[in-house]
Every structure is written in structure tokens, then in C-alpha cells.
């Protein structure tokens, strides 16, 4: 049985103004272990990080083998209206993680 995932780390600014971006900087904990190399653990790879805002897809970001230990994803948003952004992390044993975060449009 494998652990869980960790806890994401988040910047996400609590308020923007509206139309404007804004910067985003998520890291997800995690080895990334491809299993190449010799002696090494069994793979263990996050394949996916999926971010919506309100509900609708904002960002859908495929991982692969090349995806650094640790992953850490900085992206701009720009809102039109106050929302809830999720943030879901998941791998390809199955496990996810998701965080949350608000933004208050001025």
C-alpha cells in the first residue's frame, strides 16, 4: 500500500482585481519516481493536475515522466467575478489530493 500525498502548498492572492491576471503558484510534495533507475523504488508518478474555477476546467495539465520531483506549477488566472478555485492533484495509483482556494474580485 502506497502513502497518501501530501498537502499542496498554495500563493494564491485573497483578492485581484477584475480582468486583471493574476499569478498562481501551487507545489505538490511528491518523488516522482519513474522506476528507471536501477535499484530504485517502484514508479510512483503524479499524472495529473486539474484546476477549476467555479466548476469549469481553467487549467488540465498532463504529467509525464519528465515532470520534476516536487512539482511546482506557476500559471495566471484572470477572474470576472469573486470564485472558488480547486485545485486537484491525482496519480497513477489512484490517489488524489485536492485544495481549494477563494479569490475576491474588487
Known amino acids: 500500500m502506497s502513502a497518501p500525498l501530501a498537502t499542496p ?19 505538490m510534495t511528491h518523488p516522482m519516481e519513474t522506476g528507471l533507475r536501477p535499484d530504485a523504488p517502484p514508479r ?22 519528465g515532470t520534476a520531483a516536487n512539482p511546482y506549477h506557476v500559471f495566471f488566472l484572470r477572474l470576472e467575478r469573486s470564485s472558488e478555485i480547486e ?20
Open 44 to 65: 510512483d508518478m503524479l499524472n495529473r493536475l486539474l484546476v477549476r474555477v467555479e466548476g469549469e476546467v481553467a487549467l488540465d495539465a498532463t504529467l509525464r515522466n
Open 9 to 27: 502548498r498554495l500563493r494564491v492572492p485573497r483578492s485581484a482585481r477584475r480582468g486583471e491576471a493574476f499569478e498562481i503558484r501551487c507545489l
Open 87 to 106: 485545485f486537484i492533484w491525482s496519480d497513477e495509483g489512484g490517489r488524489s489530493v485536492r485544495a481549494t482556494a477563494r479569490v475576491t474580485i474588487a
